[in-house]
């Protein structure tokens, strides 16, 4: 990928990011501290059948169990990767799952890039921050 389309994609992902924030916001009113732009593609390719949602943290919102991924990501300080892993048997299955995610948390950027061998697996590492509907 060449830098110019890494800079278009940049740019249209926050603009797709900001722009729901900003139709709600009064004109004076600041953005939430904690917010993280997260999708979901099925395969291990960059671009595919993928969903995404805007999960906001300050009140809980915008993302379908809300409430449980910014209570996982306050105990993690924002960081995806300190979500403690859950025990449980999953299937060893390859059916890779992408997860991404972009945003803020207490004034600080977050990018996160992972591919999974299944839903499963990602499910219990990152608990309900890609908890998204199919």
């Not at 004109?27 to 999708?39: G, I, S």
Request: glycine residues 10%.
């Amino acid at each position: 990928m060449t830098n110019t389309t890494r800079a278009v994609r940049g740019g249209l992902l926050a603009a797709l990011v900001l722009l729901p924030l900003a139709s709600f916001a009064p004109a004076q009113a600041t953005f939430p501290d904690n917010w993280l732009y997260v999708t979901v593609a099925r395969g291990d390719a960059r671009f595919g059948d993928a969903r995404g949602s805007l999960l906001l943290c300050d009140p809980p919102q915008g993302h379908t169990r809300a409430a449980e991924a910014c209570a996982e990501l306050r105990a993690a300080g924002g960081d995806i990767t300190r979500i403690p892993h859950k025990d449980g048997m999953c299937a060893q299955v390859y059916a890779p799952i992408r997860a991404t995610a972009r945003g803020e948390w207490n004034g600080r950027p977050v990018e996160y890039e992972q591919t999974f061998a299944n839903g499963c697996v990602m499910t219990a590492r990152t608990g309900a921050v890609f908890a998204l509907p199919d």
